[in-house]
């Protein structure tokens, strides 16, 4: 209703906000009452959170109020600008707290109290705009003071909600008399709208909108924004509640939580603070709403009463459980890296967001909404794994050939956050620091706009760890959980590290899994069970008894992962086997299944030896949860174990005699090279390592003594390189292949001269072929994609495994000084297992020495993929 205008006082050198009544308004009676209300209600009120009052007259007939001038932001401006950290929250709302505090001490009723009539400045919040405030007799909630002053410039058009609306008690609405505790109200209203950037109530008309406020509460901000605590749920709860006698009595008190919860911060005991406020049935009074307010009509007086009864009838805090079902698409495949961390519930609980290749296309990241029919693709997100949401739910972080990145979900707008070679998971809190945790090492932290990564926690040598993955940020946003792998049989364990460097690594005792925070619980897995135990804030420590949330639950072994993420009050989880168990079987030419050889377990790495006869791979030992390394004869389908250290055992190559095997153990923590008999007989020779890489084993030169391996580094800025190792005297790595890119699976040929390998160098995976000495030009072999190549015995012809997974037959010569391509054929669709283990791209299928027959890993994936499972209110499982 006023002009503001700013000006310098000459007189005390000073710049200052002077308030006028425009012309237009100063005529009427009632705005003119308005304006000198204000001035005398600022005069009474000397608080630093209180704009000041200078001075206030009439000048030629123009009324005015000289005021402090105020060098910020309103708080309207800031939430729509970007979220508020939970501590800025709360440092603001006990201030204007403590402002009102000081207003309701002075008999002054604020009646407007909203976002825009806060300011935001360098010296804290300052509350402005005591037009409507009350003060010595009661006036009437529902005169016209109380709305159209203050209806904003064009929001006059029927239909259009009312900004004062949003914040206005039940009992303004009904015509009774405003109170301290109609501003508590108003002040939960806004503390919910810092916390969650939504407005508490909302309705397409002015109706729907009283009745909102009338029968019904906002979700819990902490379901909105999951940094919330539940304390600040209980604050806005209890400022909310329906009937004033149930509320906060003072702003005092109400100033005195706010401060308590900002001082506690993450240390805040959810025992403490999670009483439910209870909300009873107000005596219903006469709804003496004027006219001339709110322009009342049959509906609004209809929806009042609808949302008081409303009101009365429901119960609070019993909210059913409800389990509900999101079904997956037969032709949707959830592959490598790990299924069960290929999907995330945005923190505000609307949407979720999960990596699948649709048929026979890349892998890609898909937006599902849950109130929603479909899923939608995410252009420009191919090969995406393992997604996690921004706190704002604006963003999903995700990763995809060896980068980590960004896509804003409104745009589909990716980003580049850094290279990320080999990292498996991560957590991104309010402060827009992203924690990652590479298969292989401890965690590393990076800002969400890029950067240089920082190491963040230490491994625990001395207890044989080799991993710190899973990471998950508690509420504060410094705090978080972290599952901890050794290089022995000991089950992965969860710990609770901290940003701040001095912070001691906890063990969260009991905890074998990948964990998150909801909703003053943890939410982990035991066995194939999805539970939810109490966790104290204060002890970061678990609490009372556990309770079941979910049965048959898809875990991965190695590494640790089970399939749940939390979003609030809703959960989302996926069933599926105990272990991902293919079988090794015989195919011809045209993909005939020709015989199966031995039973179905979870196997990879498949290497078949020089003659044929055998074949090698790496078998998950269940009761150990480690992988060693079995031989099968072929001709008989018998396995015998060929490796028995308590480490994994993973990728591993022949000689071309066949009588000795290199391969790839994690006995000293990293996975290094090592040498063994292929009969069994003796012990394993250390053959190399790396301090700074993983070694994979891939060829063994026909000629010369030596092999090709490629590397793993989830830190290293060139990714996965390929290298040469000398058998002979000290061993000795020469580059074959190193660039920013990821250069994995070399094969050489079998006249030595030549190293075929994948490279996603193109922005997809792709064949290619080198000179094995370095010296030539690079080829490539595969036209729309391809991985894992096998060279046939003559090297007339070099297979590989396209992107639609087929089985491709390239016809090549290098015979002359340059490698020519000839005819590519696809043969058949090769169901093969994709992931690998620990940063490999590990084979699953080799080819015997004529071409004509494949020994392949085979999956059934004929299958329909399980459903999402949807838990909404699952803390209700609670006996």
């Known amino acids: 209703m006023g002009e503001v205008y700013k000006a310098r006082d000459t007189r005390l050198d000073r710049l200052v906000a002077i308030k006028i009544l425009p012309e237009a308004l100063a005529g009427d009676p009632m705005f003119r009452e308005r304006f000198e209300r204000e001035a005398r209600t600022i005069s009474q009120l000397d608080h630093p959170h209180i704009c000041a009052l200078y001075d206030t007259g009439q000048e030629g007939g123009t009324s005015?109020?000289?005021?402090?001038?105020?060098?910020?932001?309103?708080?309207?401006?800031?939430?729509?600008?970007?979220?508020?950290?939970?501590?800025?929250?709360?440092?603001?709302?006990?201030?204007?707290?403590?402002?009102?505090?000081?207003?309701?001490?002075?008999?002054?009723?604020?009646?407007?109290?909203?976002?825009?009539?806060?300011?935001?400045?360098?010296?804290?919040?300052?509350?402005?705009?005591?037009?409507?405030?009350?003060?010595?007799?009661?006036?009437?909630?529902?005169?016209?003071?109380?709305?159209?002053?203050?209806?904003?410039?064009?929001?006059?058009?029927?239909?259009?909600?009312?900004?004062?609306?949003?914040?206005?008690?039940?009992?303004?609405?009904?015509?009774?008399?405003?109170?301290?505790?109609?501003?508590?109200?108003?002040?939960?209203?806004?503390?919910?709208?810092?916390?969650?950037?939504?407005?508490?109530?909302?309705?397409?008309?002015?109706?729907?909108?009283?009745?909102?406020?009338?029968?019904?509460?906002?979700?819990?901000?902490?379901?909105?924004?999951?940094?919330?605590?539940?304390?600040?749920?209980?604050?806005?709860?209890?400022?909310?509640?329906?009937?004033?006698?149930?509320?906060?009595?003072?702003?005092?008190?109400?100033?005195?939580?706010?401060?308590?919860?900002?001082?506690?911060?993450?240390?805040?005991?959810?025992?403490?603070?999670?009483?439910?406020?209870?909300?009873?049935?107000?005596?219903?009074?006469?709804?003496?709403?004027?006219?001339?307010?709110?322009?009342?009509?049959?509906?609004?007086?209809?929806?009042?009463?609808?949302?008081?009864?409303?009101?009365?009838?429901?119960?609070?805090?019993?909210?059913?459980?409800?389990?509900?079902?999101?079904?997956?698409?037969?032709?949707?495949?959830?592959?490598?890296?790990?299924?069960?961390?290929?999907?995330?519930?945005?923190?505000?609980?609307?949407?979720?967001?999960?990596?699948?290749?649709?048929?026979?296309?890349?892998?890609?990241?898909w937006i599902r909404p849950l109130d929603g029919l479909t899923a939608q693709v995410l252009p420009g997100t191919e090969g995406a794994a393992s997604p996690f949401w921004s706190p704002d739910s604006r963003f999903v972080a995700f990763l995809a050939l060896g980068k980590l990145k960004k896509v804003e979900v409104a745009t589909s707008t990716v980003t580049t956050i850094a290279d990320a070679a080999g990292i498996q998971s991560g957590s991104w809190n309010r402060d827009d620091v992203i924690l990652f945790g590479p298969r292989v090492g401890p965690l590393y932290r990076i800002s969400s706009s890029g950067g240089a990564p920082t190491q963040v926690t230490q491994l625990d040598v001395a207890a044989s760890q080799v991993s710190h993955t899973s990471p998950s940020f508690l509420p504060d946003g410094r705090h978080f959980f972290y599952v901890a792998t050794t290089n022995t049989s000991a089950p992965p364990t969860l710990f609770i590290g901290s940003l701040d460097p001095q912070f001691k690594a906890k063990q969260v005792v009991?905890?074998?899994?990948?964990?998150?925070?909801?909703?003053?619980?943890?939410?982990?897995?035991?066995?194939?069970?999805?539970?939810?135990?109490?966790?104290?804030?204060?002890?970061?420590?678990?609490?009372?008894?556990?309770?079941?949330?979910?049965?048959?639950?898809?875990?991965?072994?190695?590494?640790?992962?089970?399939?749940?993420?939390a979003g609030g009050n809703l959960l989302a989880y996926r069933t599926g086997s105990e272990a991902l168990r293919s079988q090794l079987a015989w195919f011809d030419r045209s993909g005939k299944h020709l015989s199966d050889v031995g039973d179905a377990v979870d196997q990879m790495a498949l290497a078949l030896s020089p003659d044929g006869t055998r074949a090698i791979a790496s078998l998950l030992d269940t009761a150990r949860n480690t992988r060693d390394l079995w031989i099968y004869e072929l001709t008989r389908g018998l396995r015998t174990r060929f490796t028995f250290d308590p480490a994994d055992d993973v990728l591993s190559v022949w000689s071309p005699d066949g009588k000795e095997i290199v391969y790839s153990s994690r006995q000293k923590g990293r996975l290094d090279l090592y040498r063994k008999s292929s009969d069994g007989a003796g012990a394993e020779t250390p053959l190399f390592s790396d301090s700074q890489?993983?070694?994979?084993?891939?060829?063994?030169?026909?000629?010369?003594?030596?092999?090709?391996?490629?590397?793993?580094?989830?830190?290293?800025?060139?990714?996965?390189?390929?290298?040469?190792?000398?058998?002979?005297?000290?061993?000795?790595?020469?580059?074959?292949?190193?660039?920013?890119?990821?250069?994995?699976?070399?094969?050489?040929?079998?006249?030595?001269?030549?190293?075929?390998?994948?490279?996603?160098?193109?922005?997809?995976?792709?064949?290619?072929?080198?000179?094995?000495h370095g010296v030539g030009g690079k080829w490539q072999v595969s036209a729309q994609g391809g991985s894992y190549p096998r060279w046939r015995r003559d090297g007339k012809e070099l297979f590989y495994i396209a992107s639609d997974r087929k089985l491709m037959a390239a016809e090549v010569d290098g015979s002359g000084g340059a490698f020519q391509v000839g005819r590519l054929q696809a043969l058949f669709e090769a169901k093969i297992r994709v992931a690998g283990f620990a940063g490999s791209n590990s084979?699953?299928?080799?080819?015997?020495?004529?071409?004509?027959?494949?020994?392949?890993?085979?999956?059934?994936?004929?299958?329909?993929?399980?459903?999402?499972?949807?838990?909404?209110?699952?803390?209700?499982?609670?006996?």
């Open 510 to 565: 009991g905890v074998m899994s990948n964990a998150e925070y909801a909703l003053g619980h943890l939410l982990f897995a035991r066995e194939r069970i999805l539970m939810a135990q109490p966790f104290d804030l204060v002890r970061l420590e678990l609490q009372g008894e556990a309770f079941t949330l979910g049965e048959q639950l898809e875990v991965e072994t190695r590494p640790f992962s089970a399939a749940f993420r």
């Open 693 to 772: 890489n993983n070694l994979y084993p891939a060829s063994w030169h026909p000629r010369e003594a030596s092999i090709v391996y490629y590397t793993g580094n989830a830190s290293s800025r060139t990714g996965n390189d390929i290298f040469a190792l000398s058998l002979t005297g000290a061993a000795k790595a020469t580059p074959i292949v190193q660039s920013d890119f990821n250069e994995t699976n070399p094969a050489i040929s079998p006249d030595g001269q030549w190293v075929a390998f994948n490279s996603n160098d193109s922005g997809k995976s792709e064949v290619y072929v080198v000179p094995f």
């Open 64 to 365: 005015y109020i000289v005021m402090q001038f105020l060098d910020g932001e309103t708080l309207a401006d800031r939430i729509a600008r970007t979220p508020l950290p939970l501590d800025e929250v709360l440092r603001v709302a006990a201030e204007i707290a403590d402002a009102l505090d000081r207003a309701h001490r002075s008999g002054v009723v604020h009646r407007d109290l909203k976002p825009g009539n806060v300011m935001l400045t360098k010296t804290g919040a300052k509350l402005l705009d005591f037009g409507l405030a009350k003060t010595g007799a009661p006036v009437p909630g529902g005169s016209s003071l109380s709305i159209l002053p203050t209806t904003p410039a064009g929001l006059t058009a029927q239909g259009t909600i009312l900004g004062t609306f949003q914040y206005m008690a039940p009992e303004q609405l009904e015509g009774a008399e405003a109170d301290a505790r109609t501003d508590i109200f108003a002040f939960g209203a806004m503390l919910y709208e810092m916390a969650t950037r939504r407005k508490a109530f909302e309705g397409r008309s002015q109706a729907t909108l009283i009745a909102s406020i009338i029968g019904s509460d906002p979700p819990a901000a902490s379901s909105v924004n999951t940094s919330a605590p539940p304390a600040l749920d209980r604050v806005i709860r209890k400022c909310l509640a329906k009937d004033p006698d149930n509320r906060w009595q003072s702003a005092r008190d109400l100033k005195d939580e706010l401060v308590w919860i900002q001082s506690a911060g993450s240390q805040i005991s959810t025992n403490a603070t999670a009483m439910p406020v209870p909300a009873s049935g107000r005596r219903r009074k006469g709804v003496r709403v004027a006219v001339t307010a709110i322009a009342a009509s049959a509906l609004v007086v209809a929806a009042l009463f609808a949302g008081m009864r409303t009101r009365s009838e429901r119960t609070v805090n019993e909210s059913p459980t409800v389990r509900s079902m999101i079904p997956v698409p037969s032709d949707f495949v959830f592959a490598a890296p790990t299924p069960s961390q290929a999907f995330a519930i945005s923190p505000d609980g609307r949407r979720l967001a999960f990596s699948a290749a649709l048929g026979t296309r890349a892998r890609q990241l």
């Open 843 to 879: 084979y699953n299928y080799d080819v015997s020495a004529d071409g004509q027959r494949f020994l392949l890993n085979t999956i059934n994936d004929d299958a329909v993929p399980s459903p999402f499972m949807i838990l909404s209110n699952w803390t209700g499982l609670k006996k």
